[in-house]
């Protein structure tokens, strides 16, 4: 069934369906450009000489399911995609030396695209590996036929899952690190917070060979934030991606761990609320920003202006370029992650729908540009020129309503991490595929268990 026949199905008028697969196919289009044929290796981002990202890969091989399923790609090619990568990532470097594609099972955050040689001095990444490993396993689950291919595919994946030594990347304490480098080893900081890692538990705690101490989650947990903010109760965490990554694999829809029972509420409910907390945040606009607004709202990592910082509302404003923005306590510079709205979708329909309406209209042609781009700013003037557009400068418009002339900033290229959660997160909107699949894959469902929830689809 196609996009179009999924939003109706949705209620969704012609109008809102046909924004959506446009939205959807044009961010699938990504991994068919940036992916190298040899080893199905997935370019962080569409500018030249960007190196691979491993979590972005993860997103290709969780994308192509839905590419299939909805005819843009055949399975035969995503197949051999799927396969072009595991059998590099199988066959890869494993001695963690500054060279090296990975150690322990656990992979460099950046790889060079051609050799799969660790780039830019990155960290091994515990985080960008459970991605990587998540989509590995969503693909086995989608690609189910009993031909050499498939069944290699399958068996690969698991393979690739079962050596990762998550235990080593507890290191001497309950928490999981953020990383390793071979010229300092264990990066000083564990995961303290609720965040996306909730995603890397799920994973480590059901691994059959290397798994997580069973106390690890609940430590992790002793770290969680709760908040009450604009009347709502909610783990706090500023950006919105670290809301929705982990909700683009596993559907938290009526399953409850320990902390949550105890609140009376669920990560998926938690999600609901954040969105709502961000769009107060635009509404009340503290700083004073072009575009704020209850249709214009969503702060989380991504892209941003580079320019000399200029008055706004009476102040001098900097500008942070790529960076991790968030609610209410920032960073905020005025920067809009589309993807991240549209992420919302799946949680806050009522409020994300007008708002991504709104974003897409920005640009007339129907590229829908300032959803799919890393990020935009209606506030930064990238001529470098002083101007104040929240305090009544004529020259801002109102950079949410479709002018064409409107000013500002919008990022060039795309990323794929975007591009993924558009293709991921619309889809457990209109069909639920990604979360289906997920919910057959064992190993999550016992590291689910094994972490504490309980109810819902883990009981059935």
């Not at 051609?114 to 001095?121: E, I, K, P, T």
């Amino acid at each position: 069934m196609g996009g179009v026949e999924l939003a109706a199905g949705l209620g969704l008028d012609s109008a809102d369906a046909e924004m959506l697969e446009r939205l959807q196919r044009a961010a699938f289009a990504y991994f068919v450009r940036e992916t190298n044929p040899d080893n199905g290796l997935v370019a962080d981002n569409s500018r030249p000489d960007s190196p691979v990202s491993i979590a972005v890969v993860g997103f290709a091989f969780s994308a192509y399911p839905v590419a299939v399923q909805r005819g843009w790609m055949a399975r035969a090619a995503a197949v051999r995609n799927c396969l072009a990568a595991l059998r590099f990532f199988a066959g890869s470097d494993q001695s963690g030396g500054p060279r090296a594609t990975g150690c322990h099972g656990f992979y460099f955050h950046f790889l060079d695209g051609a050799s799969g040689a660790r780039a830019w001095q990155s960290e091994l990444s515990s985080i960008d590996t459970a991605l990587l490993i998540a989509g590995m396993l969503t693909a086995s689950a989608y690609f189910d036929a009993a031909t050499p291919d498939e069944v290699e595919l399958r068996r690969s994946a698991q393979a690739l899952y079962e050596r990762v030594d998550w235990l080593w990347a507890q290191h001497d304490d309950d928490a999981v690190v953020l990383g390793w480098k071979p010229e300092c080893g264990f990066l000083n900081y564990g995961w303290q917070g609720y965040s996306e890692a909730i995603l890397l538990y799920a994973l480590g705690l059901g691994s059959p060979t290397h798994p997580l101490t069973a106390d690890s989650f609940e430590a992790w947990t002793m770290t969680y934030q709760w908040e009450n903010l604009y009347g709502l109760d909610l783990l706090c965490a500023g950006p919105l991606f670290e809301h929705q990554l982990s909700h683009a694999w596993i559907d938290f829809r009526g399953i409850r761990d320990g902390f949550m029972r105890e609140k009376n509420s669920d990560y998926f409910e938690n999600s609901r609320r954040a969105a709502h907390v961000q769009r107060e945040y635009a509404i009340r606009n503290p700083r004073g920003f072009a575009g704020y607004g209850q249709d214009c709202w969503g702060l989380s990592a991504g892209d941003g202006p580079s320019v000399l910082p200029q008055q706004v509302a009476g102040r001098r404003q900097a500008f942070y370029g790529y960076a991790a923005r968030g609610v209410p306590w920032g960073p905020d510079d005025g920067t809009i992650t589309g993807s991240a709205t549209l992420a919302s979708l799946v949680f806050a329909p009522e409020i994300a729908l007008p708002a991504l309406r709104r974003m897409y209209r920005r640009q007339p042609d129907g590229t829908g540009r300032s959803v799919l781009a890393s990020g935009w700013n209606a506030t930064a003037n990238v001529g470098g020129a002083a101007g104040d557009p929240a305090a009544g400068d004529p020259a801002a418009g109102d950079p949410a309503a479709g002018d064409p002339a409107t000013p500002g900033w919008i990022s060039t290229g795309e990323y794929g991490l975007d591009q993924g959660m558009i293709v991921l997160m619309l889809e457990n909107f209109l069909s639920g595929l990604p979360w289906r699949l997920v919910r057959g894959i064992p190993c999550i469902r016992a590291g689910l268990k094994r972490a504490g929830f309980t109810g819902g689809w883990l009981q059935a």
